[in-house]
């Protein structure tokens, strides 16, 4: 694992943004995973600004959503879904074609589930962006006894449902729908971004290198290919 430092979230976002439109540039049709939440969203908005300048690198990109909160509607401005439109989907003009997407209202969560797997069985992920969750999670695959290898629907914890994308809501999620480790730990390449003070715990016990269930993110420590871009304020001094 690469583990870079940097001074500030503005230059994490910045780095992740140049590794991101390099690996646009190597592979036209890439297909780009992409987490939410405040991590990368600063890098979102950066290759939105490049999209203005150079519509054409961004032609044939493909984009699947990392993980979704289930129960809630597609539209309402809580879900990934909402975000990743606002802030990937719209300003970069990808079309349904070039989109993979769990849908947060399903009859079957499970069966819902099942189409995501089989869509990632027919293409690799070629870069996934990761944020590292407060309790050690990374998309919605929590701290447990075991953990599951495929997209699959995942029992949310209390930490999880404190996330500012969801903690103000009266109705809150009734359970996450993710892709699963091994489907992470196959994508090529792995970005994941780390800002803020509230993290330097769990940043501590990731760069401790014990891989453990109780921290989901340490098995990224298997993967032969991973940046770590960490704002120097989630370390600390």
Same mark, same amino acid.
């Given at each position: 694992?690469?583990?870079?430092?940097?001074?500030?979230?503005?230059?994490?976002?910045?780095?992740?943004?140049?590794?991101?439109?390099?690996?646009?540039?190597?592979?036209?049709?890439?297909?780009?995973?992409?987490?939410?939440?405040?991590?990368?969203?600063?890098?979102?908005?950066?290759?939105?600004?490049?999209?203005?300048?150079?519509?054409?690198?961004?032609?044939?990109?493909?984009?699947?959503?990392?993980?979704?909160?289930?129960?809630?509607?597609?539209?309402?401005?809580?879900?990934? *879904?909402?975000?990743?439109? #606002?802030?990937? $989907?719209?300003?970069?003009?990808?079309? @349904?074609? =070039?989109? /993979?997407?769990?849908?947060?209202?399903?009859?079957?969560?499970?069966?819902?589930?099942?189409?995501?797997?089989?869509?990632?069985?027919?293409?690799?992920?070629?870069?996934?962006?990761?944020?590292?969750?407060?309790?050690?999670?990374?998309?919605?695959?929590?701290?447990?006894?075991?953990?599951?290898?495929?997209?699959?629907?995942?029992?949310?914890?209390?930490?999880?449902?404190?996330?500012?994308?969801?903690?103000?809501?009266?109705?809150?999620?009734?359970?996450?729908?993710?892709?699963?480790?091994? *489907?992470?730990?196959?994508? #090529?390449?792995? $970005?994941?971004?780390?800002?803020?003070? @509230?993290? =330097?715990? /769990?940043?501590?016990?990731?760069?401790?290198?014990?891989?453990?269930?109780?921290?989901?993110?340490?098995?990224?420590?298997?993967?032969?290919?991973?940046?770590?871009?960490?704002?120097?304020?989630?370390?600390?001094?």
């Amino acid at each position: 694992m690469e583990i870079k430092i940097l001074n500030t979230y503005e230059e994490v976002s910045q780095k992740a943004k140049e590794i991101i439109s390099l690996e646009i540039i190597r592979n036209k049709k890439l297909l780009l995973c992409a987490a939410t939440g405040g991590s990368p969203t600063r890098a979102y908005e950066l290759l939105a600004e490049d999209f203005i300048k150079q519509p054409q690198l961004f032609s044939e990109l493909r984009i699947i959503k990392l993980d979704e909160w289930g129960g809630i509607p597609m539209e309402h401005p809580s879900t990934c *879904e909402f975000y990743l439109q #606002k802030h990937l $989907i719209q300003p970069l003009k990808i079309s @349904q074609e =070039r989109y /993979i997407s769990f849908k947060s209202e399903t009859k079957d969560p499970h069966e819902e589930c099942k189409r995501i797997q089989n869509q990632i069985q027919k293409s690799t992920i070629d870069v996934c962006i990761l944020g590292l969750g407060i309790n050690g999670h990374i998309a919605l695959n929590e701290p447990s006894e075991f953990l599951q290898p495929l997209a699959h629907v995942a029992k949310l914890s209390d930490k999880s449902l404190q996330h500012l994308m969801v903690s103000a809501l009266k109705n809150k999620p009734t359970y996450g729908l993710t892709l699963g480790m091994a *489907e992470i730990l196959q994508s #090529k390449l792995i $970005i994941v971004l780390i800002n803020g003070k @509230q993290k =330097r715990n /769990i940043v501590k016990q990731f760069l401790s290198k014990k891989i453990t269930n109780l921290v989901p993110a340490s098995f990224l420590w298997l993967h032969p290919n991973v940046v770590c871009l960490i704002e120097q304020n989630a370390i600390g001094d």
